[in-house]
């Protein structure tokens, strides 16, 4: 039975860093994209049909952000992930990666120290690297077939400098929706030397496992989302930081007024509302359809050298390679010379993705089963 997730959506020529980007990222031409974090779905019908009559009203002027905004948020936590909001914990961004780039800002010097844990998003070494903060490695380790994070190699390398973590909850690229257990684990430390956790939580909605906010486990931390994964909005640029503790988001505010930020965006702002008030239907359904994806993708591999798992959450899947005996470099010619596919090459996430290819799975499933089955035949 076709759902509207089946439904061909042509993005060449609409300005789309996905299709369009591809001639500037890849020298390879005629690629199809399997790499940028977004989804070849419409969006829910309610979100359009609100921006619909945003765009009718025909001006366009300065948004207030009000208790429609705030609300949608706190409404959302408190029925999604049983956490209680109220507005003035809350702040408006524009996205994640310039949510974190503000976090870094109002909480460490030049020369402090930010920790981060790869295999992860790709912005984050940028964010740190820019503003002139030292970046230290805490790279996620296997225990089987799953990646966790390395507590005690955390404990040795924080010292006096050491200002920040950020924790990628859910993570990408690996997947993991991170158990209570062990974020109570990660809390301890950082509590213990006095650290901030700033935790990107934008996956939070697209999870299969139970997720565990982290500002349920400390008040003292700062979180930052945004409805963009969840509901495909990540051209709208709105997202927001939220935090508990009065002296940190109120820190946060301030960084955002010192640096102009704090204006909005009337299609971002209204796209949130309708997502968080109206269209939680839809992503019950993205969910079921996601998984079946995951699954037959999981179906298609299995027989080749290409070794991955199903999961926890996002509509992302990490690659191993390691089996073909290939070069990285040989996999990446053969992946895009070869059979014409643009996956995120898992380097571009810290060195130790070396052998792995990030696959963004988010896309009709027909076209997503023939673009595996090139790669299944070749590996």
């Known amino acids: 039975m076709n759902t509207i997730f089946d439904k061909h959506i042509d993005r060449k020529n609409t300005r789309c860093v996905k299709y369009d980007g591809l001639k500037r990222v890849y020298k390879e031409g005629g690629l199809f994209p399997l790499w940028v974090a977004d989804m070849d779905f419409a969006c829910a019908a309610p979100i359009v049909e ?14 207030e952000l009000g208790e429609e905004f705030f609300g949608a948020i706190v409404h959302w936590y408190q029925k999604r992930h049983s956490v209680d909001l109220e507005a003035h914990n809350i702040a408006h961004v524009a ?63 924080i010292t006096k400098k050491t200002k920040i973590v950020i924790l990628c909850s859910p993570h990408n690229p690996v997947g993991r929706v991170w158990s209570k257990s062990e974020l109570e684990e990660l809390v301890e430390v950082c509590k213990e030397h006095k650290i901030l956790i700033v935790s990107d939580e934008i996956h939070s909605d697209l999870v299969f496992e139970r997720f565990t906010p982290l500002c349920t486990l400390e008040d003292n931390i700062l979180t930052i989302n945004s409805p963009s994964k969840s509901f495909n909005l990540a051209g709208l640029n709105t997202a927001y930081a ?52 995951f699954d037959m993708v999981l179906e298609s591999l299995k027989s080749t050298n290409i070794k991955t798992y199903k999961p926890e959450g996002t509509y992302l899947m990490w690659l191993d390679f390691k089996e073909t005996n290939l070069s990285h470099v040989e996999i990446e010619d053969i992946l895009q010379k070869d059979l014409k596919l643009a996956l995120n090459s898992g380097l571009s996430f810290g060195k130790d993705g070396e052998y792995f290819f990030r696959l963004n799975i988010a896309l009709p499933r027909n076209i997503l089963r023939e673009k595996i089955e090139l790669i299944s035949s070749r590996f």
């Open 50 to 63: 609100d921006l619909k009559k945003r765009v009718e009203h025909c001006i366009f002027g300065y948004e």
């Open 242 to 293: 939220f935090s508990k503790n009065p002296k940190i988001i109120k820190s946060y505010k301030k960084m955002l007024a010192k640096r102009s930020l704090e204006g909005s965006n009337n299609f971002g702002t209204t796209a949130l509302i309708s997502a968080y008030s109206k269209c939680e239907f839809w992503l019950e359904e993205l969910l079921k359809y996601i998984e079946g994806n």
């Open 95 to 157: 996205g994640v990666v310039s949510g974190l780039s503000i976090a870094i800002e109002a909480f460490s010097s030049e020369g402090d120290e930010v920790i981060i844990q790869p295999p992860v998003y790709h912005p984050f070494f940028g964010v740190v690297k820019h503003l002139e903060r030292e970046i230290v490695l805490n790279p996620l380790k296997k225990d089987g077939s799953r990646y966790v994070m390395d507590i005690e190699n955390l404990k040795n390398i």
